[in-house]
């Protein structure tokens, strides 16, 4: 069969599956609308959440900018799974026994105060609806690369099938929904690392292949790596940076809070049955996030073997990596690059003229890897690839099958959808619970407020599909903006609510808006304010990662200690919270009496 | 009731701080700081601190939920606080 027509069939039956399942899965109260009737058991939440925390970024980007960075690259693969160890022991248990529908609404509860409920919901709004761009931007790539429509259809087909289940089935009819992405995208993410695995290693387990030798020698799979990236003047694999030791640090440490503070990965925690499951939950769901981040790193190590193995023969053959021979002529490069140089993902240029492509690093600072391509008469790096590819175009790196290609489509749709539909629910339920009910009309009734958490719904979902069709200028430093706020603004606010009896409405405001300004600061210096061009004040701070050599993206954290600090500090001053608020507070702390989630007050 | 209500809460905390003390050590210590000693060591074809930081970590992170999870419901069984 056609590639084409295989990829519109695997596509078109996981749609149908959503569809269905949006039929099967309506809400009919606001119970079922804002956590599915608290009635989710822990593995198939945990598979849930796992769809939800997955994102185009998780699916399509990161294996490649591991590929990239080397060791690095670690800070993504730590970062974004040890921060539900603290949601695990931290929030989600607690959060769970509060038994709410809504992050602000705890904190408005806790901290005696609207104010303090409003500060979280524009936290929670600017986190979630920069996430979401994102999203909608992933799921307009995925559509175009691989059903040859344009990026603009695939965003209006990707906002109608949301449409249908996040608008009539709430958390309900997403949560049974992203079990059935998680499916999808995880056969879509393995198979083809098991096929690549097996080809190089002989090990079908990619985590295991990843530490194997390679097939028929006794060099190891990252030796052989490491020798061939150093030798093209790129830095060694194994042990390269993300900047300092600190950065590196850092950086980690602000993707975990980061990633136990966003709304949209909370708001799971909700929908268990009780205390116990809300635990046990974290842990499925990083079972299940597992199997994909530790299948990363191999596909990351490999993909990248195969690239420098196809366009220099010496890489697989042995030999010398500059002989002449070596680089592979320009028309004998295989189909799938030629494909792939369609959209402008891959590039060549024929910089000495000799037809042939030489890829390697001309700004290397490696002596011998210079004087070397210098005297092979290589004249600048001919080769530019984008790192979106080492997923996209991997099955045909390793020349596997139509279906498994088709599969990596549907895989990518299904993880861009069910992140989006997360997000678009945290958005919805803050706007229709925290702002319609809690602020503007109190006395609404259930059905009203049902038809009203609809409507944002759908709101929402046009306001992300406009934002997609039309991304800001900023939306690359988004999602560093989105973990910056989680970090600094609501991880602390919650914790201290949780783990601090005295901690005082006036402390956690100061300190929620104290660690959000310096995030904001930090970030806004570097990439312009609200990211426009030309408004960036680095002069100001003293030039580029002028605090310790910190990037932005890296700097929630620092973030979220200023929070710290500035509540710690303003609450010395005033005065202790009232008696009823410290009663609450002890009984959050234990499970007995846990009740099904409702919303009211 | 005061009392074992403060006493539940330490047991609490302290398993916290354990759990906490393993995540830091193998995140921090043994994933970015250390990195450069454990990398001596071998696993197969993974130098040791290359694998903590691409692999060994979220492993850990796993076990780490789920004995928390266990002792958790241990602890809630052992002060008379849990559900049901």
Known sequence: MELQTTIYLVVGATFALYIAIAIWARAGSTSEFYVAGGGVPPVMNG?????????????????????????????????????????AMLLAPYLRKFGKFTVPQFIGDRYYSKTASMVAVFCLLTASLTYIIGQMTGVGVAFSR????????????????????????GMKGITYTQVAQYIVLIFAYTV??????????????PQLGLGSDMVGSDVSLLAKLDQVVVDLGFGQYTTTTAGSTLNMFVYTLSLMIGTAGLP????????????????????????FIAILYTTAPAVAAMAKLNLHGTVNTAV???????????????EDRPDWMKRWEKTGLLKFTDKNGDGRIQYYNDATKNTEAKAKSA???????????????????????????????????????????????????????????????????????EKGELLAGKISMAVAIVVAGYLG???????????????????????????????????????????????????????????????IKGTEFLPLIGGANSFFGI??????????????????????????????????????????????????? | MEDSGKAYWSATLRLLYGIMAVWTFVTFGAGILFVDFFNKIHLGGYPLGFWFAHQGTIYIYIALIFIYAKKMNEIDRRFDVHED
Do not use: C
């Open chain 1, 47 to 87: 598979m849930a959440t796992a769809a939800d925390w997955m994102s185009a970024a998780s699916f399509i980007s990161m294996a490649g900018l591991i590929a990239n960075m080397g060791y690095g690259g670690g800070l993504f693969l730590m970062g974004w799974t040890g921060g539900y160890v603290l949601l």
């Open chain 1, 146 to 169: 691989f059903l040859g429509v344009s990026s603009d259809t695939g965003i209006y087909v990707g906002m109608a099938i949301v449409f249908m289940y996040a608008v009539f089935g």
């Open chain 1, 192 to 205: 083809p690392a098991i096929f690549i695995s097996m080809h190089l290693t002989g090990n079908p387990i």
């Open chain 1, 264 to 287: 949209h990965v909370i708001m799971r925690f909700f929908t268990v049955p009780t205390v116990k499951d809300a635990r046990s939950s974290a842990g499925w769901a990083l079972i």
């Open chain 1, 316 to 330: 697989t053959k042995g030999g010398d990596l500059f002989a002449v021979e070596s680089s592979i002529k320009n």
């Open chain 1, 375 to 445: 005297a092979a008469g290589w004249k600048g790096n001919e080769l530019e690839v984008n790192a979106d590819i080492i997923v996209l175009a991997n099955p045909e790196i390793a020349l596997l099958p139509n279906w498994v290609i088709a599969l990596v489509a549907a895989g990518g749709l299904a993880a861009a959808l069910s992140t989006a539909a997360g997000l678009l629910m945290a958005i919805s339920s803050s706007v229709s619970h925290d702002l319609i009910k809690g602020i503007f009309v109190p006395d609404i009734s």
């Open chain 1, 469 to 531: 069709l039309n991304p800001p200028g900023f939306a690359a430093g988004t999602v560093a903006l989105a973990f910056g706020i989680a970090a600094s603004s609501l991880f602390p606010a919650i914790m201290m609510g949780i783990f601090s009896k005295k901690m005082n409405k006036e402390g956690a405001i100061a300190g929620m808006l104290a660690g959000l300004f310096i995030t904001l600061f930090y970030v806004f210096a570097h990439k312009g304010i609200f990211f």
């Open chain 1, 551 to 601: 990037t932005p993206e890296a700097f929630g954290a620092i973030g979220a200690i200023v929070n710290f600090v500035t509540a710690y500090l303003v609450d010395k001053v005033t005065a202790e919270p009232p008696e009823h608020i410290q009663h609450m507070v002890e009984a959050v702390r234990t499970p007995r009496g846990s009740k099904a989630v409702s919303g009211a007050h």
